[in-house]
């Protein structure tokens, strides 16, 4: 008869979460989510399989989370006002707690761009090309742009995000603000 878990799921998954988005997947080893999770490494490895299916669920949990800022942007209606109400959602929590800094998929997406891990790679792919479709449909709102126009600007705005991420790591939020509001001089 297997044993009944004694912890909860979804609160091991958001710890371990955390510890990766700190540390990165690399750097984050067995020893540290034990501690962090507060459950064995039998735990981990019943529950998850091993430290990949853990940080897999932990991209799952992330996304749940960014998901409601993405729902907000797509449900919005003011083109190009959206877009960057957006970006200043995407980093609003970035400042609130001084350990977490960036966005966790930006920094998966850095870690893994040189890795063949197709697992990772479609979950990055599939977040990155849901948002520059949202990006362009945004942008398709000013009827002045071509077709070009709004590529062009897309693929800006999917860079800059990458680059709103990492500056999220280390720059201050007066910083930010500018890096914003100066993205957005041109669009």
Sequence with gaps: MARKKEYNEHEVV???????????????????????????KFSIYSSFGNKH??????????????NLILEKFKNADNGVEDIKQFFYDS??????????KG????????EFSDNED????EHMNSF????????????????????ATVIK???????AKHGLAA???????KEIEDYIEMTFVNI
Excluded at 91 to 100: R, T
Excluded at 103 to 110: G, H, I, R, V
Excluded at 167 to 173: D, G, K, L, T
């Design 118 to 121: 197709e697992l990772i790679r």
């Design 14 to 40: 958001e710890k371990a979460m955390h510890l990766f988005w700190r540390n990165g997947y690399e750097t984050t080893s067995m020893q540290m989510l034990e501690k962090e999770m507060g459950i064995n």
């Design 128 to 147: 990155m090309d849901n948002l520059k479709l949202l990006f362009i449909e945004k942008l398709q709102k000013d009827d002045t742009r071509d077709e």
């Design 103 to 110: 966005c966790f998929l930006t920094n998966t997406y850095n």
């Design 91 to 100: 980093i609003s929590s970035n400042f609130k707690k001084n350990s977490e």
């Design 153 to 159: 600007q897309a693929n800006y705005l999917l860079l």
């Design 167 to 173: 500056a999220a790591r280390v720059n201050s939020p």
């Design 53 to 66: 299916g853990l940080f897999l669920e932990s991209l799952k949990s992330y996304k749940k989370k960014v």
